[in-house]
C-alpha cells in the first residue's frame, strides 16, 4: 500500500514561472518529510526537508510546506529554471527511521 | 569515499543466473536502505537494516531477493534466478538511522539488466 504518493507524473512549466509539486501521504507517524531530485543515470539527491513540527521550510528558490492536518505536503520552485528539469521525489520517514517514498513528478522547465 | 559507493555501476546477465549487487554505504551511517526503480515507474522498496536489529525485509519481492550487512558496513543483495522483470536500477542509501533529522543519501546505482 503506497503511503506516500504523488498524482501528478509530470509537470511542465515556463522558465521564470513557479512549479509547485504535490504529494500526499496517509501515515500520520511520519514525522520528517523531504524532497529528492533525480537526473537520468544518477541517485537521487537531497533537495529541502521539514520536520513535522514546522509548516514551511525556505532554502533559496526552494520552499516546502507541511500540512499536518490534511497529510500534504509541497515543493514550490520560483523561479524556475531549466537546470530544474528533473524528476522529484517526495519522502517520509516514520519514527522507525524507515523512509517512504513517491512514485516521482517529471518536471520539465521550458526556456 | 565521502558518498555511497555502489559496484557494478552497470550488469547484464542472462535470464536464470545469479547477480550480486554491493553498497559501500557512508562511513558511520547506521542505517543502509535497497530501493529499486523500474523503468518508468517510482522507488520500491526493497529491504532496510537499521544496526544491529533484524532488516525489515517487507518490500523484497520474492524469495529469490536476499540481503545481508556484515559488520554493520558493506551490504550485498542476492537475486537468484534472475528473470526478465528483474530489469532495473538498484538504488542503495545509507542514513544516520537514530532520532537525528538528517536524510539519506544515494549511490548512483546499479543498473540490471536481465536478456
Known amino acids: 500500500d503506497q503511503q506516500v504518493k504523488q498524482n501528478s507524473p509530470s509537470l511542465s512549466v515556463q522558465e521564470g514561472r513557479i512549479s509547485i509539486l504535490n504529494c500526499d501521504y496517509t501515515?500520520?507517524?511520519?514525522?520528517?518529510f523531504l524532497w529528492y531530485k533525480k537526473y537520468p543515470a544518477e541517485g537521487p539527491t537531497f533537495l529541502i526537508s521539514?520536520?513535522?513540527?514546522?509548516d514551511k521550510n525556505e532554502d533559496g528558490r526552494f520552499t516546502v510546506f507541511l500540512n499536518k492536518s490534511a497529510k500534504h505536503l509541497s515543493l514550490h520552485i520560483v523561479p524556475s529554471q531549466p537546470g530544474d528539469s528533473a524528476v522529484y521525489f517526495c519522502?517520509?520517514?516514520?519514527?522507525?527511521?524507515?523512509?517512504?517514498f513517491g512514485t516521482g513528478t517529471s518536471l520539465t522547465v521550458i526556456p | 569515499g565521502a558518498g555511497v559507493s555502489q559496484s557494478p555501476s552497470n550488469k547484464v546477465t542472462e535470464k536464470g543466473k545469479d547477480v550480486e549487487l554491493r553498497c559501500d554505504p557512508i562511513?558511520?551511517?547506521?542505517?543502509l536502505y535497497w530501493y529499486r526503480q523500474s523503468l518508468g515507474q517510482g522507488l520500491e522498496f526493497l529491504i532496510y537494516?537499521?544496526?544491529?536489529?533484524?532488516?525489515?525485509k517487507s518490500g523484497l519481492p520474492s524469495d529469490r531477493f536476499s540481503a545481508e550487512r556484515t559488520g554493520g558496513s558493506v551490504s550485498t543483495l542476492t537475486i537468484q534466478r534472475t528473470q526478465q522483470e528483474d530489469s532495473a536500477v538498484y538504488l542503495c542509501?545509507?542514513?544516520f538511522g537514530g532520532g537525528l533529522n538528517t536524510e539519506a543519501f544515494f549511490g548512483q546505482g546499479t543498473r540490471l539488466t536481465v536478456v
Open positions: 537494516f537499521q544496526g544491529n536489529s533484524a532488516p525489515d
Open positions: 521539514i520536520s513535522s513540527i514546522k
Open positions: 519522502a517520509a520517514r516514520n519514527t522507525g527511521n524507515q523512509f517512504y
Open positions: 542509501a545509507s542514513s
Open positions: 562511513s558511520g551511517h547506521t542505517a
Open positions: 501515515n500520520s507517524m511520519f514525522d520528517y
